[in-house]
């Protein structure tokens, strides 16, 4: 089955920065264009970032535009989420998600798989 697992979530302090990883398996990788969304507590799950399929293409929320970048190794299964000058607000539980269609979407109904997601903390 399709598995996503996420990775690299912890505690860091503001300005600082992590690479959040999201290794798949059960689907043939290079097919899905793969997003990011993070969900803090008491607010609904938000669109971050998303990478089409063969990585040519990424787009941004405008929160993270700047400081968050997206990439992915076709080759490894695995999409990842560099991400620097931390902010407090950045705190949240973050999720890949892996869509099968040809267009690249925000929205997470869209999306056909999700990981377990990761924590993020970032303290002030």
């Known amino acids: 089955q399709v598995q996503l697992v996420e990775s690299g979530g912890e505690l860091v302090q503001a300005g600082g920065s992590l690479r959040l990883s999201c290794a798949a398996s059960g689907l043939t990788f290079r097919n899905y264009a793969m997003g990011w969304f993070r969900q803090a507590p008491g607010k609904e799950r938000e669109f971050v970032s998303v990478i089409t399929r063969s990585g040519v293409n990424t787009y941004y929320a405008d929160s993270v535009k700047g400081r968050f970048t997206i990439s992915r190794d076709n080759a490894k299964n695995t999409v990842y989420l560099q991400m620097t000058s931390l902010k407090p607000e950045d705190t949240a539980v973050y999720y890949c998600?892996?869509?099968?269609?040809?267009?690249?979407?925000?929205?997470?109904?869209?999306?056909?798989?999700w990981g377990q997601g990761t924590q993020v903390t970032v303290s002030s």
């Open positions: 998600a892996a869509d099968r269609t040809t267009a690249y979407h925000t929205a997470s109904y869209e999306y056909d798989f």
